[in-house]
């Protein structure tokens, strides 16, 4: 079973980030990293810089709040989360709380693997004008 320190140290880590120190990526994760989320797929470190860049240069606030931290073998952890941002785009610049679960594969004391899983509709098209409306009225027709 994967060591309980390491999923709590990348965490850790990882709830760190933010747009003035990018460079902890390098520390958590290998070079040859994969990342995917619903809207995005990235290969490499410095694909996944850039794209963590780009992220934290378009919101005014963005944290991660890690509520669970599962080992699943010898590799691999599950990381429940609920993450809080601001976008002044987005929702009148209120935060916007999206709940999701990373699914992580480590080698060698770092992240080669990660994906993460989170309805994109919480995310981003909810908050949309228009879209949003639209989006809400049909989660709600079909519950």
């Not at 990342?35 to 005014?60: K, M, R, T, W």
């Not at 991660?64 to 599962?70: E, G, I, K, R, W």
């Not at 693997?113 to 509709?121: C, L, M, Q, T, V």
């Amino acid at each position: 079973m994967i060591d309980r320190s390491l999923i709590a140290r990348f965490a850790q880590r990882f709830a760190a980030i933010d747009r003035d120190n990018l460079d902890i990526l390098e520390q958590i994760y290998h070079s040859d990293v994969h990342f995917s989320d619903p809207i995005h797929d990235v290969f490499g470190l410095a694909a996944l810089q850039g794209y963590c860049a780009n992220l934290y240069e378009n919101v005014s606030a963005l944290h991660f709040d890690f509520t669970q931290l599962s080992p699943i073998d010898d590799e691999q952890a599950l990381l429940c989360w609920t993450m809080t941002y601001r976008h002044p785009r987005l929702a009148g610049g209120r935060p916007i709380q999206v709940p999701g679960v990373s699914q992580v594969w480590f080698r060698e004391g770092k992240a080669y693997r990660h994906i993460d899983h989170y309805d994109a509709g919480t995310l981003l098209y909810e908050h949309v004008p228009v879209l949003g409306t639209l989006i809400r009225w049909l989660k709600r027709r079909m519950t």
